[in-house]
């Protein structure tokens, strides 16, 4: 078995690149006055989020990393180094990142870590590196385990993961409005991602992906831009603060806040931690059904438009 | 890359970056300087309430809402705006700020130049409602 197969570690190679690209973007954003936003605190507050990530990924680390050399040691296959070996695991893996982020989206335990990255009311170029400091708390980790049990390599497998990370970088942006169509069938683009992070109705719950669209495509979450309704970036209740501290650990507060609050059923505790972001057990808040239902409901003619269910037209 | 390099290069590019958005005077904060405003930016968080009235403040640093559902108080988040109903806050004025303490992880300290007259008077007009 190739136990000592090594790869760069490519997000920490690309971070001059990162650095160079906002500074691009922003120029272009001053000089043509269009192609998006930036508000000091708020590119900030995505910044630190960025270094915290990569320090959070340096002291964690070793917990994934042991998870998986553990699966490596068990598993009797070797899919060797081959490119053709790299390429079918960047393809596998970003299915793999679908169903992370599509859980991330589903599940309020994965949800309170992915939520910082939708937490700006901005999207540009520094709300990609606006990333997770717990992750390694969601367990998400067991999503790539067939992967290695499948014979690909622990550090391939997290050195494709680097380069789809690197890849979702250049789509969070306001300045690139459509790639050619062929491109936007098949990949991520910043028009499919754009309205990823929209807090409008229409827009929750859509464009899991990270590289290929296509995995949207045959899930049936993909949603299209629309040109008559612009995206309003954001979470459904904005946060009212900077700190990146309470960006960073918010929702695992709220999730134990519920949990331990006196008079609920032992499922009602569970239900908080492991249902929709959004569910209650006497249903005072919306999940992001109830909230499409009830703009449906003051905006009938949305019914049966993309974003919202087939069928709802009363 | 070596760490050392890694750190400067991080740190480096977020002080690089904060300064360059700072001169090019993208850290105005919003102003909520007519009621439409200040009910559409209520409205994008409790789209389900009506809003009834809406009091702005002389500076447009904020602006107290009156809903359906009770009475909130909208403010800038940097170029945008967050919203929160009033229920349980703490209002206290120091000098020509006005700090609106919740029970709320997410805006546990709102802090609002408001001068002091505008202080003074919303706080007065918060105890009396919450």
């Known amino acids: 078995m190739t136990d000592q197969l090594t790869y760069p570690d490519v997000v920490q190679l690309a ?3 990162f650095i160079a690209a906002i500074l691009i973007e922003l120029a272009w954003i001053a000089i043509k006055g269009r192609g998006g936003r930036y508000e000091t605190r708020d590119a900030v507050t995505s910044l630190i989020m960025g270094a915290g990530n990569v320090v959070s990924g340096i002291v964690l680390g070793f917990i994934a990393w042991g998870f998986f050399l553990f699966l490596w040691a068990l598993t009797p296959l070797d899919l060797g180094t081959g490119w053709w070996v790299v390429a079918l695991c960047f393809v596998l893996d970003d299915l793999r990142y679908y169903w ?7 599940i309020r335990w994965v949800w309170a870590s992915h939520v910082n990255h939708h937490s700006s009311q901005h999207y540009n170029l520094t709300t990609a590196l606006r990333q997770t400091w717990t992750g390694t708390f969601t367990f998400m980790m067991i999503v790539r385990a067939p992967l290695i049990l499948l014979g690909f390599h622990p550090a391939m497998v997290l050195f494709v993961g680097g380069l789809n990370l690197i890849y979702q970088f250049w789509i969070h942006t306001e300045a690139i409005g459509k790639m050619p169509r062929w491109f936007e069938a098949m990949m991520n683009t910043p028009s499919h991602h754009r309205l990823h992070h929209g807090r409008n109705p229409r827009y929750l719950d859509a464009n899991y992906a990270g590289v290929f669209i296509v995995w949207d495509k045959m899930f049936g979450t993909f949603v299209p831009e629309q040109e008559d309704e612009k995206v309003d970036y954001g979470l459904v209740h904005n946060l009212g603060t900077f700190n990146p501290i309470r960006v960073a650990f918010h929702e695992w507060v709220g999730i134990w806040r519920d949990v331990t609050q006196p008079g609920i059923r032992l499922r009602d505790r569970l239900m908080y931690a492991i249902a929709p972001p959004g569910w209650s057990h006497d249903g005072s808040r919306d999940t992001s059904e109830g909230i499409k239902a009830k703009h449906l409901a003051r905006n009938p003619e949305d019914a049966d438009t993309p974003g919202f269910p087939s069928g709802s037209k009363p | 890359m070596p760490l050392g390099s890694l750190v400067v290069l991080v740190v480096g590019g977020i002080a690089g970056i904060a300064l360059l958005t700072h001169v090019l005077g993208w850290s105005q904060p919003r102003q909520l300087l007519t009621e439409e405003d200040a009910s559409r930016g209520w409205l994008r968080e409790f789209p389900d309430t009506t809003v009834t009235s809406v009091t702005l403040c002389a500076n447009g640093a904020a602006a107290l809402i009156a809903s359906d559902a009770g009475p909130g108080l909208v403010w800038p988040m940097g170029a945008d705006t967050s919203a929160r109903f009033l229920t349980g806050a703490q209002v206290t004025v120091r000098k020509d700020r006005l700090i609106v303490r919740l029970q709320d992880y997410t805006a546990p ?10 202080c003074a008077a919303w706080r007065d007009r918060i105890r009396g409602t919450t």
């Not at chain 2, 609002?112 to 007259?117: A, N, T, V």
């Open chain 1, 15 to 17: 971070v001059p690149f």
């Open chain 1, 100 to 106: 992370v982020h599509r859980f991330g989206h589903r």
């Open chain 2, 109 to 118: 300290r709102i802090t609002l130049r408001l001068g002091p007259d505008d």
